[in-house]
């Protein structure tokens, strides 16, 4: 049977996308994304088999994260020089990762064998009872 990634683990994935995605020589950006978003704080259940992955690109300490994602991007990071142009919307760079996509369609492979075991199960069980019934 095929293993499936967890919640758990695609937070992990995402976060440590994001920080390698994130801007270099910024203060401790990067320490404070990878110490502050922890998989229990960013896994949103919002419902049966509804789930939301939350990355806060501005955790305490490191406020300044949000200048680096739109729409709050400011112009002194739009215009900076620091050869940082392509870490701008770092996080959406890490959802939109191809490594982030693979293990979000395994995840969504994994819920739906879960929600077919569960129908074929309930299916046998209505075929046995019928042919107890009979017999």
Do not use: C, H
Not at 120 to 129: N, P
């Amino acid at each position: 049977m095929a293993k499936f990634p967890t919640l758990a683990q695609l937070s992990t994935t995402y976060k440590s996308l994001a920080v390698a995605r994130a801007p270099r020589k910024t203060g401790n950006l990067k320490n404070q994304l990878e110490a502050y978003n922890r998989p229990s704080g960013m896994v949103k259940v919002l419902g049966k088999d509804k789930f939301e992955l939350v990355l806060d690109v501005a955790p305490p300490g490191a406020e300044y994260g949000a200048f680096w994602n739109k729409p709050n991007v400011s112009p002194s990071v739009e215009n900076q020089k620091t050869g940082n142009n392509d870490k701008i919307d770092f996080a959406k760079q890490a959802l939109n990762s191809p490594q982030l996509r693979k293990q979000i369609e395994l995840f969504m492979n994994g819920k739906v064998d879960e929600m077919l075991k569960e129908e074929f199960g309930k299916i046998g069980k209505i075929f046995t009872k019928a042919f107890k019934s009979k017999g």
